[in-house]
């Protein structure tokens, strides 16, 4: 069963344009959010994290977290090409057991 | 950054073949886990460990075991292998589970 659903499975955006992703938990026990970026051919690296109600800011990328609903978003503005990866949305259970979302395709079109 | 090294980079095996897969730090993390990516799968949880001597069961175990020798090394083992583990796997190392994880490069294994 999928714990952590990710929308849109793709997304092409324009170069200079703003680019949305979605992740939300269906399990109740989750506490701590990650957001992931893995380049074609390579091994993902954390983006951000984020672990309290509200937004978080950095650079380019802004990420928030509903804790009720268990929903976060990430948000990158002023996109790049080499933006273009596939974001993966992670969660931790409180039994420690972090488990990731299948992923968002970002295609950044100069 | 935290280093985590995968061995070997690539492995071709047949179907019921034995395998080893093997994973490093050396960053004192006391976490560690192996995930498997397939294509539309993201990353799934096989199986992962908080310390040495300590096994914890993900959500894709079967036909997977896994043993920590110590505080560094973290295998992977598939005593029967089967085309369905054909797959590209992750290892990853934190801290502490609050923590962001390190990866490896990845192995890609083929079973034939």
């Known amino acids: 069963q999928q714990k952590v659903q990710q929308s849109p499975e793709s997304l092409i955006v324009p170069e200079g344009g703003m680019a949305s992703l979605n992740c939300t938990s269906s399990d109740r026990n989750v506490d701590y959010f990650w957001w992931y970026r893995q380049h074609s051919g390579k091994s993902p690296k954390m983006l951000m994290?984020?672990?309290?109600?509200g937004e978080k800011e950095e650079g380019r990328f802004t990420v928030h977290l509903n804790k009720a609903s268990l929903h976060t978003s990430l948000h990158i503005r002023d996109s790049q090409p080499s933006d273009s990866a596939l974001y993966l949305c992670?969660?931790?259970?409180?039994?420690?057991?972090?488990?990731f979302g299948d992923g968002t395709q970002l295609v950044v079109k100069p | 950054e935290a280093a985590v090294t995968q061995s070997p980079r690539n492995k071709v095996t047949v179907t019921g073949g034995n395998v080893t897969l093997s994973c490093r730090q050396t960053n004192s993390h006391n976490y560690m886990y192996w995930y498997r990516q397939d294509t539309g799968h993201g990353l799934r949880l096989i199986h992962y460990?908080?310390?040495?001597?300590?096994?914890q069961i993900g959500d894709v175990p079967d036909g997977y075991k896994a043993t920590r020798t110590t505080q560094e090394d973290f295998f992977l083992l598939l005593e029967l292998a089967s085309p369905s583990q054909t797959s590209l796997y992750f290892c990853a190392s934190s801290v502490d589970s609050n923590e962001r994880l390190f990866f490896g490069h990845g192995t890609k294994l083929s079973v034939l």
């Open positions: 994290s984020i672990f309290s109600n």
């Open positions: 992670a969660a931790r259970r409180n039994n420690n057991r972090i488990f």
């Open positions: 460990s908080y310390g040495a001597g300590n096994l």
